[in-house]
């Protein structure tokens, strides 16, 4: 298989915002009884979340964590060449909600914009593309904007997603240096697994009509959602990932011929903590060194990795560190990187 492969260019700084209103899952009990939610938020270990309002979206979650980045690090607006928007929850159909916040955040119109629409692995594949990108002369700087508002797209009615998924947006300024080693990137698809994590209807191949909006009982336990909210195969999912995450993992250090014992910390897409402490053991990984943020805000998605980072390892990324990051699920893609960080300017999480 092919890897990716850089040098000289990372990760300057990261920025994150959350919605300003908590979510209690234990007193999340309107439509399940207590004892029952009790046994879920155990298994999942989610006992917080934040829940963007109405008239929130992601684009403005990342444009708050954006502004903070760039006012701390007193970042100079014309020096960004490249914009990348991860999402799957955009503001629109069109336009790409990354032009709207190229103009909003006052960057200048030379600056290439465009949206990236993939799930749990999307902050690492936005990463290989502003990566890439950043190799070419005319590229400084790449701004990397992850959102997502995944409460809006999940049923409070099934059990299997109502008690997981959060709301957040992060920044990340990346640049070209000559003390940046070099980087690695593995990833992956498998669009015959589409099914496992799905939204059946909204877009153009079942598109929106009175029937799918409809809630519905969706299986013997009565669980209810409509065909425009989201559903996950829980048992299948983890299959996958006990099959296919270490072995990538695994894959990756070894081409880069690094010791696990090298790599400063582990940081994986938060999906639950169930999921997030059988990879740790099958990976023989010391727990301090792989941070999770699951507990507080839940999974949310592609933005969980760098949310990690901000909320985690903000005092921790002193001097030159090495990461090991690692998103996996809807699509179903995944993808793991090992980057090295070079005094990575860290902002404190913004409530929007």
Same mark, same amino acid.
């Given at each position: ?78 020096? *960004? ?117 799905? *939204?059946?209807?909204? $877009? ?17 336990? $009565?669980? *209810? ?68 943020? *699951? ?58």
């Amino acid at each position: 298989m092919a890897y990716l492969e850089y040098s000289g260019i990372g990760v300057l700084g990261l920025s994150a915002a959350v919605p300003r209103q908590v979510i209690d899952n234990y007193s999340y009990t309107e439509h399940f009884p207590a004892n029952d939610v009790k046994d879920i938020i155990e298994k999942i270990g989610v006992k917080e979340r934040r829940f963007a309002g109405k008239d929130t979206c992601s684009s403005d979650l990342c444009y708050a964590a954006a502004e903070k980045l760039l006012s701390d690090m007193d970042v100079d607006r014309s020096e *960004i060449d490249l914009l990348l928007f991860v999402s799957q929850t955009p503001d629109y159909r069109m336009p790409a909600t990354s032009i709207i916040l190229q103009h909003r955040l006052g960057l200048p119109d030379t600056t290439v914009a465009f949206d990236i629409s993939i799930g749990c692995s999307g902050f690492l594949y936005g990463l290989s593309v502003a990566f890439a990108m950043l190799q070419q002369k005319g590229f400084r700087k790449a701004l990397l904007l992850d959102g997502e508002t995944r409460s809006k797209v999940y049923s409070p009615k099934d059990r299997k997603t109502a008690f997981l998924f959060g709301d957040a947006g992060v920044a990340a300024l990346i640049g070209k240096n000559n003390n940046f080693m070099e980087s690695y990137f593995s990833i992956h698809s498998d669009g015959s697994r589409e099914s496992m994590i799905k *939204i059946n209807a909204g $877009g153009y191949r079942n598109p929106s009509s009175a029937e799918t909006v409809k809630e519905q009982v969706v299986d013997e336990f $009565g669980n *209810i959602r409509s065909e425009e909210q989201g559903y996950m195969n829980g048992a299948d999912v983890f299959n996958f990932l006990i099959r296919e995450v270490p072995k990538d993992v695994h894959g990756l250090l070894e081409h880069c011929n690094v010791d696990k014992a090298s790599v400063d910390y582990f940081v994986f897409h938060q999906a639950n903590s169930y999921m997030n402490n059988y990879l740790a053991k099958k990976l023989k990984l010391d727990e301090a060194k792989v941070p999770m943020s *699951i507990e507080k805000f839940g999974n949310t998605s592609s933005v969980s990795i760098p949310l990690t980072i901000v909320s985690e390892l903000r005092d921790n990324l002193e001097g030159s560190q090495k990461l090991l990051l690692c998103g996996f699920g809807v699509g179903l893609s995944w993808a793991t990187t090992i980057i090295n960080v070079e005094d990575c300017f860290i902002t404190e999480i913004v409530e929007v």
